[in-house]
Every structure is written in C-alpha cells, then in structure tokens.
C-alpha cells in the first residue's frame, strides 16, 4: 500500500520492498574505489515517524574524502513495517548529465551537472511551510532556477527566475496537479479538472473541460505551447502544441502518469513504466517488460530529446538514450567525501540502512518505538490504546474477580506490564514476566496499586497500599514504608528515572522518597478537598506533580501547567503520567485532560467504558 507523508524534516514515500535500491543500470559517477565507508545515524533509538539522517563518510585509503559526486548505494530494510524514504513527486532536467529531482515536501536533491539552487526546507517555503503538498519541479530555460508547485494552488521560485511565491488562488477541492514551464520566465499549472493557470511571461492558450482526471501539463518543444493529459491517455493541445492521438478510447491496464515532446509527437508512459508512441522519431525503450516495483510518475526529455529519464514514486531514476543517471534517492552524490540518507518507519521495530561505494559497505541498525499516544486500563483487565500505541492484549477473563490496577509499558514501548490488586502480574509484547507477589506477602487489607519497571526492562517494583516496595529482576530494594503507621494508604509509586530511587505518594499528600529521590516537598499535613492519586517526576527530574482525584494539581519544583481543580468532573481522577512537557491525567470514565506540548489522542469519556479506568500509561 502507498502512503504519502508530509515533512518529516526531510520528506517520505514508502518503499513496499526490502532492501530496496534502483533497479536501473548502475548510475554514471560511481566511485571507481578503492574506499572506505563509515556510517553514523541521529539516533539509535527513533519513534515512529521521526527522521533519521544516515551519513556516510567515503574516504580513501589515506584518509582523503572521496571527490564530489561520488555515488553511495544506499538500502533500508526492516521486518516490522514499511521503510519511508523520498517521496518524489517531480524531476526537471539540467542538461543531459544533470537534473533536479523533487518531493512532496518541497525539498530538492541536486545530481550530475544540475546545482542546488535550493528548496522549501532549505528556505523554509519562502513565506512559511506550505499548507499544501509538492506535485511538480519545472525548470526555467537558462537551466539556473526552477519552481515548485502545491496542490493548493502556489508557485515558488528558485534560482534566476524573478518569480518569488505566486498564489494562483486555485486548489482546495480541485487541486493543482501539474506544472510546466514555458519559453520565457513563467509557465502553467493545471488543476485535476483540467483549468490551465499561466504564471510570469507565458500567455494563457486554454484549458480543458469535462476529459476526465488530469494528470499533468507538459511544455511543447518550443515552450510556445502545452498539452494537457488525463490518466485515461487523453491528451489536449494548445498553443503551437500539435494533437498527434491518444489513447483515451483504450482500455488500458495502469493509469498514464506522464508525458513528453518527442520529434513532431509526443510520448505517454503509465505507472508500469509502458510507452505510447505518438511521434517519429526512434524508440529508445521502456519499462514495460520489466515494470517498476513502484509507480513511475513522469517521463522527461534531455535537451533535443535524444534521450529521457523516468522516475517512481520512491525517487528512483531511470535513463534510456543519452539521458545520464547521474544518481537517485537511493544513490547520494557525496559533498566533502559525506553523503546523508534520510528516512523514517512506518511501524515500531528494526530497521538496517546500509551503504555502499564500489563493494565497500557499512551498515547501522535503528530500533524504532512507536510514535506518540497513551493506554488506559480498566479495573477488568480490558486496555484502551490511542495514538501510536499498540494493543498487545489484556488480562481480560484471567483476573478471576481481582481488579487490574496499573500498566507499565517496556522500555521499548513495544509490550507492557499489567498488575492486579493482588500481585499477579501479567506480560504483554515485548514484556517479560519476572514474577509476582507471593502468598502471604500481603497484610489483611493491603493491596497492590502500581507497577514501575527499571530502565533496563530487567525488572520491577510493585507498590502496595501499605508503602511496600516489592523489587524483581535488576529493581533493587532501597526501602519502603511498611512497617510504619500512615495517616493514608500510598495510591501511587513510581521510579526515577535512573532507575536507583522511586517516590511515594499517600492519599494524604504525604511524599516518601527512597533511593536518589529527591524530596521537594509534599502536602502532607495541609487541607486536601480531595484525596491525592498519584505523582509524577517532571521533565527534570528535579522536581514533581501531585493530583488529586479532584483533577488538583500541585507542583514542587516543577512548571504549573495547568488543572481540572475547581472543575465539576464527571468521574473522579483515577491516574496521572508524565507527557510532552507536562502532564496527562484520566478520570475513571475514560477522559483525558492533557496539560502538556504533546498531542491530545483521543479519550474514552464520549464512550465511557464498562468497567472503570484505573490507570494511564504513555509512551515516552
């Protein structure tokens, strides 16, 4: 399936296939060798949907970077999900050793003898991020500057065309889908419905109605003219363009996707990379015995026509003629002997980027956790997930009468722990079961309220009523309250974030801090209007929230973000976690109350659940 992503710091299309790499001939330029390849990445650890940029260093044997140009063969796989690289949506010509390839996002990789003259990333959309996507690259006559078109109707020049951002006012339910250049500086764009819009110096010759979903706009050889063209291979010709057929009575197999000038014709190619001839001049070839693994989205023409590349959605290029491939999305030139390869997942898991220069390869590994959201858990063992949590399962049937009363998810975030109120403990995902609380540990009356894992994953703490710390696996036991008489029972725990303290929190407002805890104060001792329910370290670790099930929140050396106190709800608060910059309570039908810079997932309290929430976790 194909998915289009907006900015992700650079842009992303999907790559269906493992090990993904063009399947065309080795591009001109590659490195001759003999190198040495290094890679280093952002991060080893990513959400799902961030960027990782994948650098590779070329140098010689003497250390020396590899001179400029020189193609890397990148490839990403993964057994979880898909990968997400470029996403192309256009490619103009510089020459016919060079071009500019574009993607929805707006940014522009510069190959062979083209130059960057820059893009939306770099110039930050000129006048903002554009609200719309990229659909297509046109370049200007001189070859020094090009623009980019939106789907909702804008054009952004670059290099030495004089047009900076032109709004067309064109897009919303017809959106622009294609652009051309003309002869002069300027050219046109066209909407799916066929309305052609002329920009700069190109003059206005017509446009079509009622053909159908347009698919694009292409130039005449002479930039005096354009056609426009349906999926369904109808073409128009306006200007000095001449109508040589089409293929809108056929029925045909894939979509067509492009178009050229081609001698006194022109060219149509579909998704599969096939061609419809409508010229005389030679045929150089095609992809339609050996179909792309992706749909190809444009064909283009080197100066004169001698030659054309074709390009797929994932950036890869194809080159027939005296068309060079001077390099793609999957094969970077290098600048200063570095290339940098930018993608992200789709899906939680791991993922392997490798490079390649002359048989010289390195490879690293990225471990990607799922992108940002929330579980909550019901009394019944049933787990809720929003956001970019997974549902691993539940305890649900399994409790035999006993409340479920916390969720810690793993490290990972891939799985997650479930506790009931008498000690069970229930692995999820990726979640190891290290054990739970034995018979006769617990006091009459006394009942588990909390889980809270160590950072490595290799143990757990659960907490009681009582104030008692029961550790598994790698928790060490650094004290607790049990033998002491509290004024109220401990309803929320939880472990800093080395993993060598852990806090305590009683319905009274009273904080008990162990290990390398650091007490900031408490309410302990002052007028509560409603029992406190849980605490939660802040961003720093220096120090936390308390809340009440009122929704009251008080701070100790943490940033007030906000609360529900004072606020009729309709259930009491039941938990509160860390979240973003802040913090995220649930009340015990299942509403959210987010007080943070994260994003609100949704909530249950529309839908309130038959058995209540007792617990939030979010992934972090």
């Not at 194909?2 to 090990?19: E, I, Q, T």
């Not at 590349?309 to 060079?324: E, I, K, Q, R």
Request: hydrophobic share 40%; glycine share 18%.
């Amino acid at each position: 399936m194909l998915h289009r992503a907006r900015r992700l710091g650079a842009a992303f299309s999907v790559l269906v296939a493992v090990g993904m790499a063009a399947v065309s001939p080795p591009p001109a330029g590659a490195a001759a060798g003999p190198y040495r390849v290094n890679l280093t990445q952002l991060a080893s650890t990513l959400r799902v949907g961030d960027p990782d940029a994948v650098v590779a260093e070329v140098r010689d044997g003497a250390g020396n970077p590899a001179p400029d140009g020189t193609l890397v063969t990148f490839s990403a796989s993964g057994a979880a999900g898909e990968i997400l690289s470029f996403d192309a949506v256009g490619l103009a010509p510089h020459g016919n050793d060079g071009y500019w390839l574009a993607d929805s996002a707006g940014d522009v990789l510069a190959f062979g003898s083209a130059l960057a003259e820059g893009d939306l990333a770099a110039a930050g959309a000129v006048d903002g991020e554009p609200s719309g996507a990229v659909v297509g690259i046109a370049a200007t006559p001189s070859g020094h500057g090009y623009w980019l078109a939106t789907d909702d109707g804008k054009i952004y020049g670059f290099g030495d065309t004089a047009i900076g951002v032109v709004d067309t006012g064109l897009g919303g339910a017809d959106p622009v889908v294609g652009i051309a250049a003309g002869a002069g500086d300027g050219g046109w764009v066209v909407t799916r419905s066929g309305r052609v819009w002329a920009f700069g110096s190109s003059p206005q010759f017509g446009s079509v109605a009622g053909a159908g979903p347009v698919a694009g706009i292409v130039a005449s050889a002479t930039g005096q003219g354009y056609y426009v063209f349906t999926a369904g291979g109808g073409v128009s010709a306006f200007g000095d363009a001449v109508w040589k057929g089409d293929m809108h009575a056929t029925h045909l197999a894939r979509p067509v996707t492009g178009m050229m000038p081609y001698g006194s014709g022109y060219l149509l190619v579909g998704s599969d990379g096939g061609i419809f001839d409508f010229s005389e001049r030679p045929f150089m070839g095609s992809l339609g015995s050996h179909p792309s693994p992706l749909p190809i989205l444009g064909i283009i023409p080197t100066p004169g026509a001698q030659g054309y590349w074709m390009f797929d959605t994932a950036g890869t290029v194809y080159s027939f003629g005296n068309a060079l491939n001077t390099g793609d999305a999957f094969h970077l030139p290098t600048t200063g002997g570095d290339a940098t390869f930018v993608f992200t997942s789709l899906a939680a898991g791991t993922t392997t980027v490798t490079a390649d220069v002359a048989g010289s390869t390195a490879a690293v590994t990225q471990q990607w956790t799922p992108a940002g959201g929330y579980w909550m858990l019901a009394s019944d063992g049933t787990v809720y997930p929003f956001g970019g949590a997974t549902n691993y399962g539940g305890p649900s049937g399994r409790l035999d009468g006993r409340p479920a009363v916390d969720l810690e998810p793993t490290p990972t975030t891939l799985g997650y722990w479930i506790v009931d109120a008498a000690g069970h403990v229930f692995a999820f995902g990726d979640a190891t079961p290290l054990g739970d609380v034995a018979p006769g540990v617990l006091a009459g009356g006394e009942r588990v309220t909390s889980l809270t894992a160590t950072p490595t994953g290799r143990g757990y703490w659960i907490f009681t009523t009582r104030g008692r710390a029961v550790p598994f696996g790698d928790a060490a036991f650094l004290g607790d309250m049990s033998k002491v008489a509290l004024n109220g029972p401990v309803l929320g725990s939880i472990a800093t974030p080395t993993g060598r303290g852990y806090y305590m929190v009683a319905s009274d407002g009273g904080i008990f801090a162990f290990g390398d805890a650091r007490f900031a104060g408490s309410m302990g001792g002052r007028h509560l209007n409603a029992p406190v329910q849980s605490l939660v370290p802040d961003p720093d670790g220096a120090g936390y929230w308390l809340v009440a099930t009122d929704g009251g929140i008080f701070a100790f050396d943490a940033l007030f973000h906000g609360s529900m106190g004072g606020t009729r709800l309709n259930k009491p608060i039941s938990g509160m976690v860390p979240y973003g910059d802040g913090y995220l309570m649930v009340g015990a039908d299942g509403g959210i109350f987010n007080f943070s810079n994260a994003p609100f997932a949704g909530s249950l309290g529309d839908k309130p659940p038959a058995a209540p929430v007792v617990a939030v976790a979010a992934l972090s």
